[in-house]
């Protein structure tokens, strides 16, 4: 097999308050779904990520999706960005697929201090997001882990998880335990179908 290449923007994304978290049919009082406290309150989430780290969880993770499908991604570009954003993971989601979605070829990977949830990232479309929370309570290496976890989601294009505890889609990233990062042979097609077309 070939490498596939697949171009990645990295952010260093602290998030902010939304200044207006009252919309149409919706109530600051009635949130959809687990609320990021800090935003809740109208206290800003600053990222605490560094280039180094971001590289270092890119490596780590290439290392598996090389390894497994001869995925790569690379060149990744590091930038700064902040967004104000709802505190609710119910509209907090759908506002990162729809602002930082890439449009170019590729994928976008924001690294944020925290989400509003018990995950340590989401990923689909072509954005992932990773925790650095969740991250700081795991192994070395816990980091590249569930970066390479995360872009299954947007690679394989699919929120499924899997039953086998040694696959890297397995549904419960224990940042206390070494994950192996398997991938079974129609997970390796799904994903270089999809390197090719993203």
Same mark, same amino acid.
């Given at each position: 097999m070939s490498t596939i290449r697949v171009?990645?923007?990295?952010?260093i994304l602290s998030l902010l308050p939304q200044s207006a978290d009252v919309g149409p049919g919706h109530s600051r009082f009635q949130p959809r779904g687990r609320r990021l406290q800090a935003l809740a309150n109208g206290l800003a989430v600053p990222s605490f990520w560094t280039?180094? #780290?971001i590289n270092r969880a890119f490596s780590d993770a290439n290392d598996i999706w090389k390894r497994e499908a001869d995925i790569e991604f690379t060149p990744i570009l590091i930038s700064i960005r902040? #967004?104000?954003?709802?505190a609710d993971e119910?509209?907090?989601w759908p506002? @990162? $697929?729809n602002h930082l979605s890439p449009r170019t070829r590729?994928?976008?990977?924001? @690294?944020?201090y925290d989400l509003p949830s018990h995950e340590g990232g989401w990923g689909g479309g072509r954005i992932a997001v990773v925790s650095g929370q969740r991250i700081?309570?795991?192994l070395a290496g816990f980091a590249?882990?569930? $970066?390479?976890? #995360? $872009?299954?989601?947007v690679m394989l294009n699919s929120p499924n998880h899997s039953n086998d505890v040694s696959n890297l889609m397995y549904g419960n990233r224990n940042p206390r335990m070494a994950n192996a990062g398997l991938l079974n042979s129609t997970q390796v097609r799904s994903a270089r179908s999809r390197a090719l077309s993203i």
């Open positions: 171009p990645a923007k990295a952010y280039p180094n #780290e902040s #967004e104000q954003v709802p119910g509209r907090m506002y @990162f $697929l590729g994928v976008s990977v924001s @690294f944020v700081g309570s795991g590249g882990s569930l $970066l390479a976890h #995360e $872009l299954g989601h």
